[in-house]
């Protein structure tokens, strides 16, 4: 039996923060339709499905903070990250085919990435451009590293309240980089990133 594991980032974008990645299998009996690129779907939406998906699927997330980022380019931290989630979502795979009902040593797996580069995994993957749009595994996988990485910059506005973190996640909008300018980067900020 072939399971196809979905991959996505969330966080390739922002001056500041981890990236995170997630790597998902969905189960035969989703409830399919209430998934969606992560982008398209309310927090609230979002966030419903995350609990479901958590609850029902075989999923691994990871982070990559951002002095790996600087260190390594967001590129290769969004692989690492993903590389990272699929390890995660591997240790949780021989109970959650018993759970299911399955023989694990019969399972075997394959890859779809969102993009256009595959992480270093040791299954055949395939990446696609505008995944997280097509296939629900892929969906999945874009709501569980976006819920994750909003959680923590919520935390981060918490820790470093003058950078507005909660409102804008990291992203570089013009208040972000306005305050940068002001009072300097925060302890969280991807200094390699122009901001």
Not at 38 to 58: D, N, V, W
Not at 68 to 77: C, F, M, R, S, V
């Amino acid at each position: 039996m072939i399971f196809e594991v979905g991959f996505d980032e969330a966080g390739r974008g922002p001056l500041a923060g981890p990236v995170s990645a997630a790597a998902v299998i969905l189960p035969s009996d989703f409830p399919f339709e209430i998934l969606n690129d992560s982008k398209k779907l309310s927090e609230k939406k979002r966030e419903a499905a995350e609990i479901i998906i958590k609850e029902k699927a075989c999923w691994g997330i990871a982070l990559v903070d951002h002095q790996k980022i600087d260190e390594i380019n967001i590129l290769e931290a969004s692989m690492l990250a993903m590389k990272n989630a699929f390890d995660e979502m591997k240790k949780k795979l021989p109970v959650w085919c018993e759970n299911n009902g399955l023989d694990f040593s019969q399972v075997s797996l394959s890859g779809i990435t969102d993009g256009n580069r595959c992480p270093d995994i040791p299954i055949e993957c395939r990446c696609e451009p505008k995944a997280d749009g097509k296939y629900t595994c892929v969906m999945a996988a874009s709501i569980l590293a976006k819920t994750c990485r909003d959680r923590l910059m919520l935390e981060m506005d918490k820790l470093y309240p003058e950078y507005g973190y909660a409102k804008h996640k990291g992203y570089p909008t013009k208040a972000h980089r306005e305050v940068c300018h002001k009072i300097g980067p925060s302890p969280i900020q991807r200094l390699t990133f122009k901001y």
